[in-house]
């Protein structure tokens, strides 16, 4: 009956949730085109446990999204999670940010295929079959005609890459799912549960998000 602090910030979206048991008793966030995860982050895990009447010292595991994703991002919600899991002293679980993003779509037959953003016609994307389960491995791969060609079954795309990969996937199975774009810490508890009944931990210090990509740094467009 353990209560986990979900925390996601691979995207745009900075999401905040608190589960039991798996299922998600409340969630805050908010998704900008600036990024203001580093605002943002802490008013929400303070907001979302005060809904509940918790306190960080209820709180047994804290599970972060491992990525791939803003490296931004991923850096500021690990830091966050780290810094927690070293004061109250409790576990770390690292969550496939793609396996969250899946999570959003409830599918009768066919395939997921979780997309992100990683610039120009590069994604970050993984194939989950219609329960959810992983049945090819995360890559960085750029979009043409030619991708996902061998699947005949229908594709279901969902993420924030739809408007640049539509045009080039066009194929008759393939669907996209416009209103699905990011990754919420909603979706997260079952996941971050799944890991905590296994004792599946990652270690606070030594642990590393999944860029897949070095971190490129690019001038200010000011």
């Known amino acids: 009956m353990a209560y986990i602090l979900n925390i996601e910030t691979a995207t745009k979206n900075c999401s905040v949730s608190v589960a039991k048991n798996g299922i998600t008793l409340c969630c805050n966030e908010m998704s900008e085109e600036g990024y203001s ?23 047994a595991a804290i599970a972060v999204s491992q990525g791939p994703g803003s490296y931004t991002g991923l850096r500021i919600g690990l830091s966050a999670a780290k810094g927690l899991c070293f004061a109250l002293d409790i576990p770390l679980i690292a969550v496939d940010t793609l396996a969250v993003l899946a999570a959003k779509i409830t599918i009768p037959e066919g395939l997921i295929i979780p997309m992100i953003d990683a610039r120009r016609m590069e994604v970050y994307s993984a194939v989950f079959n219609a329960t959810h389960q992983k049945v090819r491995e995360v890559k960085a791969e750029i979009i043409s005609e030619n991708s996902f060609i061998g699947y005949d079954e229908a594709i ?44 599946n931990f990652v270690n606070v210090a030594y642990f590393e998000p999944c860029y897949l990509k070095d971190f490129v740094m690019t001038a200010s467009k000011n």
């Open 37 to 59: 995860h580093a605002e943002r982050l802490h008013v929400f895990i303070e907001a979302t446990l005060a809904s509940l009447q918790l306190s960080l010292k209820d709180i």
């Open 156 to 199: 279901y795309f969902i993420g924030d890459c739809s408007a640049k990969c539509k045009g080039v996937l066009t194929k008759p199975n393939f669907i996209f799912r416009d209103d699905l774009i990011y990754p919420s810490a909603n979706e997260m508890g079952f996941l971050s549960n799944e890991q905590y009944e296994k004792n």
